[in-house]
């Protein structure tokens, strides 16, 4: 009787050790599993990556080119000649068309454009007052 | 229990770490093999993106960039081995109809490119660098294209084309810089080239995945100039114009800015493509603003005027006779026709350009005095202005000086400066005798950011005193008005101070009689005109302008006043209206309608005289 019991626990033992085992082997399979599964993605990953990188040198490359067209076609030379092209007469403003204004809106002193203005005000000024029959003209035409 | 169960888990763990670290040993050194196969392995560098180039407005205005591109090369081995249909169609494309595609593509000669592929002995034919993705979406596509090989490059972009060239300069077939900005500031420019280390394909095609190093590249710094672009254009086809109208063989200019001393407009004639450097002809490459001397002739003689009127020797009504048979000076200079008082000032001396009182002048302060003052206004030395080759002139020592040099040094003979010399000397005229160092480069960032370098105003020496600027300033007015050489230099609305000079070049060792150059340098505003009653000073001067046009043949308009100060006059208008200059003599705007009414009374004026 003991020397049964003694059989039976040795057999308890080897089926505790085989579900061990089977535990670990299924372990293993797991983690081989998961191993495999997370390489395939980052090597997913890594290509996605790739082609993104390549892309953004692409696109990189791309807009460098896009800029250096626009730099061209900004040179004097190129707009003075799309100008022409156009019957477009710009020039610089002249001295005399720039008035430059304080901050509360008077303009500074010593100005061409305000000297002229003002030149052009006490001409019209005098000539109103020479003739009464322009004076007339000029208020019939402000009327109308 | 317990122990049993140790004694069971115990084997089993330490098995199965060992296997696995076997195994990770087994492994790694398998895909080390592996790795290490030379045939897979690659490493290459990188090449860094050169720098940009711009201009005074920073970077929205690029004056020179690399710009990727794609260099197309002809393989007609690979050409006639490949057999391309188009898309439905069953017979292969000939040899002429990839021929015309690829000409039609990249413009080029249909006839050359088929002439190209039929070479089978030379493969590899370089046919073209584009940046245009129409051409090279046609290019690779292998259904209408074979033979084409493809390789990625950059391409250095020069945006204005052959304006600016001897300030920006080039580069060579290697990328790197071999003249102006280019080669001096190679080392930022450049930047550093970055490394990649990975694997191939067997069609020689990297595996992204396995790469293994990649440093990327530093990019190379940019570099801000103080030129404007615009002021550049302006110059530069009044210099173009101005040498087709008077019929010289080149010509140079410059503009500084008259508190600063920073250059706005530079530009020398012959010129030459930046992308045909090496193709170019000796003469074009020479930056004649910097890298050429010459004897300047009279305007030099407000040098000498400033020298005087600073020792006090002389001030600006100081009389002298116009004889030339003194015996007080040894063999003096002549003077033309259009010197004729007895008696003449130290001002009308330079309004009518007088080489008997100038010479008389020079010899009285003495060569030692002048020599200081010539060496103090930068002549003999290197202005150190930002481009490669300067050269310093020739300015011998007084003591070296022969008693004939000393009445020809005071009138611009004898000695050698550069253009750059010549306009700094002005405008420490303009600045109130305080000469500034002239810079052409204001900023350099690196790749990721950084400034580098920054320029700030440096004093590169006081020659004369504040009122010996002032007074010399107002003498130099006279010369371009009505009774000046220089009447064709008069801006309407503006106040000018300058001085013209007609050097004789030399030819043979003796002094040309048909041969001159013609140089204006001007000051506007001069400085000297106050531009309201009850100003407390007078307008600060804004730019100084300075024009050489050089005669290789005799040509009726040769002296300065007549051909130099016209373009001076255009280049100076254009100057003041885009940089926004208010008028210092807003009533010449008042009286005169347009230009052309003022100059027909500047010239009626001049007649009357």
Known sequence: MKRNRKVSRQMSIVAQNAAHVAAIMLM???????????????????????????????????????????????????????????GLAMRYAKPSQIVRLRADGTPFPGQLSVAKAMQRDTASAVAMSASPARRRVASTTKRR | MCSENKRFWLPVIALLAFSAYSAQKLFRTHFETDAAEPRYQFERDVPACRGAIYDATGKSSALVKSVPCWEYRLDPVAMTNAVVRPRGEKIPRTREAICRSIANALSLDYRKVLEMSRNTSNRYQYLAQSTDPAAHKILSDRRLVSGVVIED??????????????????????????????????????????????CRDARGAEIYEKRMETVAPIPGADIRLTIDRNLQYEAETALADGLAKYGAGSGWCVVLDAQTADVLAMASLPDFNPLFFGRAPDASKVNRVTNFTYEPGSVMKVITACAGIDLGIVGPDSLYTTNRDDDRYYRLPGDGRHVWDPRMSVRDALVHSSNIVMGKLGCDMGPKNLWNYMKAFGFGSKTGVELPGEEGGILPHWQKWDKV?????????????????????????????????????????????????????????????????????????????SEGTARRAAIRGYSVAGKTGTAQKVVNGKYSDSLYRATFCGIVPSGAVYRNKGDQAPAQPRIVVLVTLDFDHRALYHQGGNSSAPVFKRIAMAALRYLEVEPDRPDELLDFEDEDEFDNVMKERTQST
């Open chain 2, 405 to 481: 040099k000393w009445s020809r040094a005071p009138i611009g003979q004898g000695i050698s400066v550069t253009a750059m010399q010549l306009a700094s000397a002005y405008q420490a005229i303009a600045n109130d005798g305080v000469r500034m160092k002239p810079h052409i480069i204001s900023k350099i960032t690196s790749g990721d950011g950084r400034t580098l370098y920054e320029a700030k105003g440096e004093v590169a020496a006081r020659p004369i005193s504040r009122s010996t600027a002032r007074k010399v300033r107002e003498m130099m007015l006279g010369v371009a008005s």
């Open chain 2, 153 to 198: 490059r950059q391409i250095r972009q020069y945006f204005e084309g052959k304006r600016l060239c001897h300030v920006i300069g080039a580069i060579n077939k290697e990328g790197v810089g071999s003249a102006g900005i280019e080669l001096k500031y190679e080392r930022e420019l450049s930047g550093v080239p970055g490394r990649i280390r990975g």
């Open chain 1, 28 to 86: 293993l399979f797991v983690m081989v599993i998961v191993n495999l599964l997370a390489n395939s993605s980052c090597s997913q990953l890594m290509k996605s990556i790739g082609e993104k990188e390549r892309l953004l040198a692409k696109l990189e490359d791309e807009r460098s080119r896009e800029s250096a067209r626009w730099e061209e076609m900004k040179t004097p030379e190129k707009l003075e000649r799309a100008l022409t092209r156009h």
